[in-house]
């Protein structure tokens, strides 16, 4: 079946413009990850959602980001007045959640941001 | 607020030798220890899972350990081939789930 979809797969801005960044989950997959990694360095969580709503956005750097999911699948990352340093890959992850606990994350493709 | 370690950052073994990567945890509600595997320019891909109420976990050439009152949990690569060579992520979940820095290993034909 089908993974994680993200679009686009790269974007290139410049500096202050406002960008989107969008994730398809896996069909079913309540829950969704939203994550940023620098080179050379791990995954940092940003947000997580369970279905509509923000479960948790403790890792979001600052109010220039917002994420939202209003159906409980598709679900954009929105940075505003981009910085050079949110250059990155950003990647989007989903999975089940059964029993009380979150099931395994799948990762999409990512996308990459270069802010000019 | 919550971290995890990992160690080496840069391993290089020999074909057929074994490779361990360890990670600590700083969260002790975390209950659930997913290992990643990222080639370049890839996503990351799950390679094998530990949750807390097991101790050791075999899949394979790959095995992971955990040791909850220590707060480590480690990875075992077995009889390593060249395609075992990848940047290996351990990460930590309690609601939220946070990465290490990723060990690149490289293992030499």
């Known amino acids: 079946g089908a993974g994680v979809s993200q679009t686009p797969s790269n974007k290139v801005t410049e500096k202050g413009k406002y960008v989107e960044l969008r994730c398809d989950p896996i069909?079913?997959?309540?829950?969704l990850y939203w994550y940023r990694q620098s080179l050379g360095q791990g995954p940092e969580f940003l947000i997580y959602f369970q279905g509509t709503g923000a479960a948790d956005d403790s890792g979001l750097p600052n109010d220039r980001f917002f994420a939202v999911r209003p159906e409980g699948s598709v679900s954009t990352l929105k940075i505003q007045r981009t910085e050079r340093g949110d250059s990155a890959v950003y990647l989007c992850?989903?999975?089940?959640?059964?029993?009380?606990?979150?099931?395994?994350?799948?990762f999409g493709p990512g996308t990459r941001l270069l802010v000019l | 607020g919550e971290n995890v370690e990992q160690h080496p950052s840069t391993l290089s073994v020999q074909e057929g030798d074994s490779a361990v990567i360890k990670c600590t945890y700083s969260d002790s509600a975390s209950n659930y220890f997913p290992w990643y595997k990222q080639e370049l320019g890839k996503r990351p891909q799950l390679i094998i899972d530990i949750r807390s109420n097991v101790g050791e976990k075999k899949d394979q050439r790959i095995a992971v350990t955990l040791n909850k009152t220590a707060k480590h949990f480690s990875l075992h690569i077995t009889e390593t081939q060249p395609e075992d060579s990848a940047v290996y992520f351990c990460a930590a979940r309690s609601f939220k789930t946070i990465f290490g820095a990723g060990t690149r290993l490289f293992v030499k034909a």
């Open positions: 069909s079913g997959h309540t829950a």
């Open positions: 992850a989903s999975s089940l959640w059964a029993g009380g606990y979150q099931e395994t994350q799948y």
